[in-house]
Structures are given as C-alpha cells and as structure tokens.
C-alpha cells in the first residue's frame, strides 16, 4: 500500500466530502477565494466539517487574505491546517495557531529549495503549476523534472494530476502527498466520485 497520503480539494457539497472520506482520502480542502468556481462560504465549509468522521484533515486555502478577515473565518470554521496560494509572505502565514502550507506554482529557472528554507516554519510545501494570473486550480501539469529530488520540507504535489496520471507523478517525484482539484470533477465544484475512487485506487496502487 502506498504511504503517499491525499488531499481532495475544492469540496463544496457534504456528499463529495464524504465520497473522498469513503475512498481513503487524508485530508478535505475548502476554497475560501472568491475568485474560485470552487468557493465556499463559511456556512457551507462548517456544515461539511460537521458531517465528516473523525481523523479527516481539513484544509482551507486562502489567497492574499486579510489577518481579520482570515481570523474571523477560524471562528466559524474548524479548520486543522491553513494553505496559502497567493504571495503570503512567511509573516503573513504565521500568528494563526494552526500548522501551514505554502504554495508555489512553478516555473523553470525557480529555486524551490530557497523557497522551502524561506518558509521554515511551514509544515510543507505545495507544488502546484505556474499560470500567469491565475492562483491554482489551472488543471495543468508542470514539468515534474524541475523539482529537486532532495528537498528540506514534505512536499504536496498539485497541478493537473488525474486517475490516469497520478501513479506516474507518484514513482517520478515521491511527494509526501498529492492534491487533487479539477481531475475528479464533473464540473467546477462538483466532484465525480467514481473518479475519485479511480484517483484514490491508483495512489494506493503507486
């Protein structure tokens, strides 16, 4: 069985959640980025959180957010760890009591392991596509040959990734975790839960 754990992103609906939870996923993300076709409310995300078993990470992801606006999201909702998608610096990332992890989309020429020593004090590293403009969720693959194979922090690994394709990223990169968004969806926000069983049985599989 695979040690690599998972995180299914983008949960708008208590079904899904649990149709991730089912399938043998780790960890639940939430988008709180009104941008996103994926964004929840706060209403929404706690009702979810509600329903789920015990030992279920949940995750919210955030772009460029506010302290107080950021603060007064964890009042309502239970979240377990912060995601942070935009151009957080590690200050802004800190002074939340929760554990965190730092996104970069990544691009040729970067230097992914200066940014793991920059964010020490994240619990991991995100790798997620480069597309100019957009935050996450492009549903695009990177050149997974750009990441360094020895690296100072876990790494997440996002971006494009599919039933079809995640055992490769798998055996090529040996993540700590991969990230699932738009490649177990029906549409934006609406999960497929046969593609995320497929998705969750190529991971144990890898």
């Known amino acids: 069985m695979s040690g690599v754990r998972s995180k299914i992103c983008g949960i708008t609906r208590i079904e ?3 149709a991730a939870v089912d399938a043998g996923a780790d960890a639940i993300g939430f988008v709180f980025y009104a941008k996103s076709p994926r964004a929840v409310s706060v209403e929404q995300a706690r009702a979810i959180i509600a329903a789920l078993p015990p030992f279920v990470t949940t995750v919210g992801l955030f772009v460029n957010i506010s302290r107080c606006e950021l603060t007064e999201i964890l009042e309502i909702v239970p979240l377990d760890l912060l995601q942070f998608h935009g151009d957080e610096t590690p200050e802004d990332c800190d002074g939340y009591h929760r554990p965190y992890i730092k996104a970069l989309r990544v691009q040729a020429g970067d230097d992914i392991a200066a940014s793991c020593r920059t964010y020490s004090r994240a619990s991991g590293i995100l790798l997620d596509t480069y597309v100019a403009g957009v935050p996450g969720g492009t549903g695009e693959a990177f050149d997974w040959s750009l ?8 790494i997440i690994l996002a971006g494009g990734l599919t039933p079809d394709n995640v055992a ?3 055996a090529q990169v040996r993540p700590y975790a991969v990230d699932v968004s738009g490649g177990v969806e029906m549409s934006k926000g609406i999960k497929d839960h046969d593609r995320i069983r497929a998705f969750m049985h190529a991971v144990r599989g890898s």
Do not use: C, E, N, V
């Open 16 to 18: 899904d959640a649990l």
């Open 147 to 154: 990441i360094p194979q020895t690296l100072s922090k876990p």
């Open 168 to 170: 490769q990223a798998i």
